[in-house]
């Protein structure tokens, strides 16, 4: 186990090269390797878990422009999502976050790692955090590494066929994974097993079309953007607890003395 109560899993953008991409529109879709890609935005668990999908927002944008367009929290925000809370440092919190990087907004689902650590408890928290997030990024590699077509720019000219064929790989990813379960202990030995066909991962950011989410109790279900059918203000105030700045940083400053009693003093 990682030592964070209440996570929900760690969120990160991938990028698939789209070498077939009209020419018209390879500066929109160009990103830092000044190719055309497409992003994915997941989150993913220690198991490998791929538990939310947000595919084909063109590679010239970012995390923030990917989050902005991502229904990660539609289902928060639409009062489906499950009850959550739990307790950090003898403070009651109930709603879930993600473990991401720094670009990412100071929102209560969200917690970022500690750039540069000073302090003691601040370095073992910051450990801590880097090594649950890395989590995504395996998971990017693993479904890589089982899926040649991922690795490889796609060389088809339709979006619909590249989106697609992204969600095809991760429900058939998914399904290995189900199957795989009790095979393995935190994802270790299956790591392992595609540790040397993992490619180099792209990171950039951004996607736009169309939407995933996973579980185990509800079938795969796609969003297509529609507004939430929920009263306004109630809509409205769940944002608002969603990007709530001061809960992030109470919620941060209890985990790092959290990890800090669990981890850090058996260190020293």
């Known amino acids: ?23 018209a529109w390879k500066a929109q879709y160009a ?12 989150v993913a668990d220690q198991d490998l878990w791929i538990w939310h999908a947000f595919f ?10 990917v989050l902005y367009r991502s229904p990660v929290f539609d289902d928060v925000l639409k009062g489906r999502a499950p009850p959550i809370s739990f307790m950090v440092n003898d403070h009651e919190y109930n709603i879930g976050y993600y473990l991401t990087d720094s670009i990412y907004p100071n929102w209560a689902t969200f917690i970022q790692g500690i750039t540069y650590p000073q302090l003691q408890n601040d ?36 979006e619909d066929i590249l989106s697609d064929t992204m969600k095809a790989c991760i ?16 994802a270790e030995v299956l790591r392992r097993s595609y540790e040397e066909d993992r490619p180099q991962l792209h990171r950039v950011s951004s996607g736009p079309s169309t939407s995933a989410t996973v579980n185990n109790n509800e079938p795969f279900e796609f969003d297509v953007g529609r507004p939430p059918n929920v009263d306004f203000d109630t809509y409205i105030q769940r944002r608002i607890t ?27």
Not at 56 to 65: M, Q, R, Y
Not at 172 to 179: G, L
Not at 242 to 267: A, C, M, P
């Open 1 to 23: 186990m990682h030592g964070f109560p209440g996570m929900i899993g760690s969120i990160d953008c991938m990028h698939w090269e789209w070498k077939s991409c009209p020419m």
């Open 31 to 42: 990103g830092r390797s000044k190719n055309a890609t497409l992003i994915l935005e997941a």
């Open 56 to 65: 084909g927002i063109p590679g010239s944008c970012n995390d923030l422009n």
């Open 123 to 158: 370095k073992s928290f910051a450990d801590k955090q880097a090594a649950a997030w890395k989590d995504v990024e395996r998971a990017f590699g693993v479904l890589q590494a089982r899926f040649a077509i991922l690795r490889q720019p796609s060389l088809a000219f339709d």
């Open 171 to 186: 429900i058939m990813h998914n399904m290995i994974v189900e199957d795989e379960r009790h095979n393995y202990t935190r």
């Open 242 to 268: 969603l990007r709530d700045s001061q809960t992030h940083f109470s919620l941060k400053d209890d985990l790092v003395e959290h990890i800090w009693q669990k981890y850090g003093r058996t260190n020293e």
